[in-house]
């Protein structure tokens, strides 16, 4: 026997259903129970969805299909880089995506100058890439950098920020370059070893792949080991093409993931928190990235990319409890630096470069419109500073 609500004490009686704030099916669940009235199940999943708290703390998002890079035609057409540190020095690692390929070459600092001209060393080697696949890490998206793309008409790609499987490749690179010199005396031969070592795949090497020849290691070799051999890149595009698509087959049905649905401008989101963090920030979509699964979302007076995987959608109600997370320092890891306002995206159309809009980092839409003399400052943890007016005697 259920007691039938009149609509007088419904509103009361969905405050005491969500007391404790329980997720939709609980609640439901406590209700069927003991009351009833007609339209109470949606009530109740509006009302769940609606709460602020309950939006503030959540679960991470479920993962979605793996979206592999599909394989490039040509050996050294697109490749991965990132920074790494391995026993206090500071390495840049790139890797072909064709061949898996890697360079690995210390930096003498941590500056974009140091940077382009360890890749101008290792391209002057094997060529100019058409496609360089980075994080946004502030060597990657100085204006230096892009206009160091500019002119080898290169493409540059980044990854959605706190998403580093996004540049899956330039990550597992630097795990086996680490795993390999901490196992090693001499990391030069190392590297050595491991561009001889065949594919699985394919039983070709990475220097066979890309150079069309297998270098001479400390193996003893036949002569006709190492000469030069014509390769079927079809065959072998092909090979690499169907075990990417055996590991996301694997992939998908391990973590039963599904895609995730779309979101379109003006939806309200939650963000998930930074490591160390635990509430989901309000935002609002802005617009579809260019890179697939990215957005750019508008929290309080800046502007995030955020990967799709790190947005759960939410309620204008329950956004309305919080409406400014814009000075509280939760994304001053982000803050752009005083020479970049801008997070560089894929270059496709160079020419328009200084006519490319600051989007994808924090920016303060007040700071732009306030007088030049008196803008307030940002610090690196995201608090504004208005310096004080003086009188000009």
């Known amino acids: 026997m259920r007691i039938v609500i009149p609509p007088t004490l419904r509103s009361h009686m969905l405050s005491l259903i969500h007391q404790s704030h329980l997720g939709i099916i609980k609640c439901k669940q406590r ?181 069309g020849r297998r270098p001479r290691n400390t193996l003893p070799a036949a002569s006709d080991i190492l000469r030069p051999k014509g390769q079927n890149h079809d065959i072998i595009k092909q090979s690499l093409q169907s075990a990417k698509d055996k590991q996301k087959t694997a992939f998908d049905i391990k973590n039963r993931s599904k895609e995730l649905l779309p979101l379109y401008p003006t939806d309200p989101v939650r963000i998930m928190p930074q490591q160390g963090g635990k509430e989901w920030v309000p935002g609002t979509i802005v617009r579809h990235h260019e890179a697939p699964r990215s957005y750019i979302v508008q929290v309080g007076n800046r502007r995030l990319r955020r990967n799709r995987k790190h947005l759960r959608s939410s309620t204008h109600k329950a956004n309305e409890a919080v409406n400014n997370y814009a000075d509280n320092g939760k994304f001053h890891d982000e803050s752009p630096s005083k020479d970049n306002l801008q997070e560089p995206t894929a270059l496709q159309e160079p020419t328009n470069l200084t006519h490319t809009p600051a989007i994808e980092t924090e920016i303060s839409d007040a700071s732009q419109r306030a007088d030049t003399s008196i803008a307030p400052k940002t610090t690196r943890s995201g608090r504004h500073i208005i310096p004080p007016k003086k009188l000009d005697l």
């Open 31 to 211: 209700a069927r129970e003991v009351m009833y009235w007609p339209g109470m199940n949606s009530e109740i999943e509006q009302l769940v969805k609606d709460c602020e708290k309950c939006a503030t703390f959540q679960n991470k998002q479920p993962p979605e299909p793996l979206n592999p890079t599909p394989v490039p035609d040509l050996p050294y057409a697109v490749v991965g880089c990132d920074l790494f540190d391995f026993e206090s020095k500071k390495y840049i690692v790139v890797v072909d995506y064709y061949s898996k390929y890697i360079d690995c070459v210390e930096l003498q600092s941590q500056s974009s100058f140091a940077t382009i001209e360890t890749l101008k060393c290792i391209f002057g080697t094997h060529g100019i890439p058409r496609e360089i696949r980075s994080d946004n890490g502030p060597q990657f998206s100085s204006c230096e950098f892009r206009n160091f793309c500019h002119e080898l008409d290169i493409k540059h790609v980044t990854s959605s920020p706190h998403f580093q499987s996004s540049n899956g490749a330039a990550e597992r690179a630097v795990q086996t370059v680490k795993r390999l010199w901490r196992k090693s005396v001499d990391k030069q031969l190392a590297l050595l070893n491991y561009r001889t070592t065949p594919i699985e795949e394919i039983n070709l090497s990475p220097s066979q792949l890309l150079m």
